[in-house]
């Protein structure tokens, strides 16, 4: 995997982890909590909690900037041959 595939797979994940991040915010309106009878109650919320936003998209991005950070560690540290994990 070179430097340039690793730094655009890692924004890639980044851009797709902030948008799942994104549509989880937006989509906190209320929360469903399910009653008798296949009845529903929505409760609103006006501004969700961080623990309601948190979803996949935040390991996502997550993963996204180590894959940044592991390219740029790989662009300033010379390449050690015999070495996989700073190979090219």
Not at 37 to 63: D, K, Q, R, T
């Amino acid at each position: 995997m070179t430097r340039l595939f690793r730094a655009l797979a890692g924004l890639s994940l980044l851009f797709a982890g902030g948008l799942k991040i994104h549509d989880t915010a937006t989509a906190q309106g209320g929360l469903i909590v399910p009653g008798c009878m296949s009845g529903e109650f929505i409760l609103p919320i006006s501004a969700p909690a961080p623990s309601l936003l948190h979803c996949w998209g935040c390991y996502l991005a997550g993963v996204g900037i180590a894959l940044m950070a592991w390219a740029i560690l790989l662009r300033s540290t010379p390449t050690i041959r015999g070495n996989w994990l700073l190979s090219r």
